[in-house]
């Protein structure tokens, strides 16, 4: 089992960015996909990216196509979400998760952190 722990929300004016970071504990985190999803007032959990073991497939939501970017370090355990060109509507509450792969797109989530808040400001 992996253990997820994230940091690096707050708030930041519209323009700007901040990188999240999502800490794993377990010998096993370079066996799972990583993900980052997102959860506003009133809305449902979204997946925005996650990766591939293979590194061979990053997908990304229409959303945040060329503002956000994942990235991971197996040697930190540590997968990293920063994010770009923020604006109003990116205010939620982050998440990142571990898993499988079904499709692009798909993410087969066994475990979640809990959470870190981005607000937005306009």
């Known amino acids: 089992q992996v253990q997820l722990v994230e940091s690096g929300g707050g708030l930041v004016q519209a323009g700007g960015s901040l990188r999240l970071s999502c800490a794993a504990s377990?010998?096993?985190?370079?066996?799972?996909?990583m993900g980052w999803f997102r959860q506003a007032p009133g809305k449902d959990r979204e997946l925005l990216t996650h990766d591939s073991l293979s590194g061979r497939i990053t997908y990304y939501a229409d959303s945040v196509k060329g503002r956000f970017t994942i990235s991971r370090d197996n040697t930190k355990n540590t997968v990293y979400l920063q994010m770009n060109s923020l604006i109003p509507d990116d205010t939620a509450v982050y998440y990142c998760?571990?898993?499988?792969?079904?499709?692009?797109?798909?993410?087969?989530?066994?475990?979640w952190g809990q959470g870190t808040q981005v607000t937005v400001s306009s």
């Open positions: 377990g010998r096993t985190f370079s066996s799972y996909a």
């Open positions: 998760a571990y898993g499988h792969i079904i499709n692009p797109g798909d993410l087969h989530t066994l475990g």
